[in-house]
Every structure is written in C-alpha cells, then in structure tokens.
C-alpha cells in the first residue's frame, strides 16, 4: 500500500513452516533491511529465549526465519530478495 503496509496470504497448507495446531496461524511480520540485519535479529531473538520455528533461510520472496513469541504467536522476520529490472 502507499503508505508501506504490506499484507501477505498465505495458504495454510502451503506456509513454510508448516502452521502447527490449531491456534496462532497468523504472522506478524517484520521487513528487514537486508540478510544480514536479518541473521542479526535472529541471533539476537535467540538469545532473548524465543523459540525458533524456522532458521533463516532463502525463499522465493526473499531472506527469512520465523520465530514463536512465548504465547507461541508467530513472528516471520525478512528481507526482501532483489526484484529483477
């Protein structure tokens, strides 16, 4: 959106990470600079103690990992790949 809000839908069958149970299927998502502030915030959510669903890792719309708040919310960090010209 103009204003730099972005929302994603994902199919729950086909989210990377799979969604385990039956609640908090919903992400909250955190736009990055790049990869390597991306590595930076998953060290230092590691250390923080938060549970890790997925390393980072490269997918289609960029660098991410995907990190589970203590209520097990989930909490995807990314940067986003370079678009082609």
Not at 2 to 23: A, C, H, I, R, Y
Not at 44 to 56: I, N, V
Request: zero cysteines; charged letters at 20%; aromatic letters at 10%.
């Amino acid at each position: 959106m103009e204003n730099g809000f972005k929302l994603g839908l994902w199919l729950k069958s086909e989210v990377d990470p799979k969604v385990v149970g039956q609640g908090a299927t919903n992400e909250l998502v955190f736009q990055l600079a790049d990869d390597a502030t991306v590595d930076a915030t998953f060290s230092e959510w590691s250390q923080k103690g938060l549970t890790m669903a997925q390393r980072p890792t490269k997918m289609d719309f960029g660098y991410t990992f995907v990190a589970l708040d203590p209520d097990g919310h989930r909490l995807r960090a990314y940067a986003l790949a370079p678009q082609p010209v």
